[in-house]
C-alpha cells in the first residue's frame, strides 16, 4: 500500500506541529521562528506560510491539535461536580508543559495580531465558552440554578479569576483555587428557597 498525498500532507503537518512545540518549549515564544521550525521539521518555509500566515497561527493550531478533547465536559447529573472536573482538567493543561507558557506567550501575541487574536476567539476561546453555558443551561433547565441567572455572565466570572491569575498574578492555578471559586459562585447561582 502507497502513501496517498494527503497521508503524506497529514504526515508533513504532524511534523510540523510537533516541531513547533518542541521548540517552543526549548527556546520559548520569543525566539521562535518559521524559519528554525522549517529547518529542524526538513520543510520548506514555503510550505509553511502557505498553511499558517505567523508563528502565531501556527503556534495555535499545534497546541490545539493536542488537546482537542482534554476540555470536553462531563454530564454526570451534578453540574458542580462537571465543572470542577473540567476546570480541573484545564488548569491542568495549562499549569504544565508545553501548553501552559505556550499558551500564555500565545495569548500576549493576540493583543498584538488581530488574526491571532481572531483565530484563538474562533477556535478555543468561543468553543468553550458555548460548552460551558451550554452544560450550565442544561443545569438551569433541569432546576439545579437559579432560573434567571445570567449564564453568561456566570462563564465570565468563571474565568476571569483563571485568566488573572495565570496571566496577571501568574500565581500557581491550582485545584483549591478552583473549588473556592465554584463555591463562591454556586452560593449565588443556586436556586433561592421560595419563601
Known amino acids: 500500500m ?18 513547533t512545540l518542541e521548540l517552543g518549549q ?3 515564544y520569543a525566539k521562535l521562528s518559521i524559519e528554525a521550525v522549517a529547518a529542524r521539521a526538513g520543510a520548506g518555509k514555503h510550505t509553511i506560510y502557505r498553511r499558517w500566515s505567523s508563528k502565531g497561527a501556527l503556534l495555535l493550531d499545534s497546541l490545539l491539535s493536542l488537546h482537542e478533547s482534554d476540555l ?12 470542577r472536573e473540567q476546570i480541573h482538567a484545564a488548569v491542568d493543561l495549562i499549569g504544565r508543559p508545553p501548553f501552559g507558557p505556550l499558551y500564555q506567550a500565545l495569548v500576549g501575541e493576540a493583543q498584538y495580531d488581530p ?10 476561546i468561543a468553543p468553550q465558552t458555548d460548552k460551558t453555558v451550554a452544560r450550565l443551561k442544561k443545569a438551569q433547565d433541569q432546576g439545579q440554578l437559579a432560573s434567571g441567572f445570567d449564564l453568561d455572565l456566570a462563564m465570565a466570572i468563571l474565568s476571569g479569576p483563571l485568566y488573572f491569575r495565570f496571566l496577571i498574578t501568574q500565581e500557581p492555578l491550582t485545584h483549591e483555587y478552583v ?7 454556586f ?3 443556586g436556586p433561592q428557597p421560595q419563601p
Open 115 to 124: 488574526r491571532v487574536a481572531a483565530a484563538l476567539n474562533e477556535r478555543f
Open 179 to 185: 473549588d473556592r471559586i465554584l463555591d463562591a459562585l
Open 2 to 19: 502507497t502513501d496517498t498525498p494527503h497521508r503524506r500532507g497529514a504526515d508533513r503537518t504532524e511534523v510540523i506541529m510537533r516541531t
Open 26 to 28: 526549548e527556546i520559548g
Open 72 to 83: 470536553d465536559y462531563p454530564d454526570t447529573g451534578d453540574i458542580v461536580a462537571d465543572l
Open 187 to 189: 452560593v449565588g447561582m
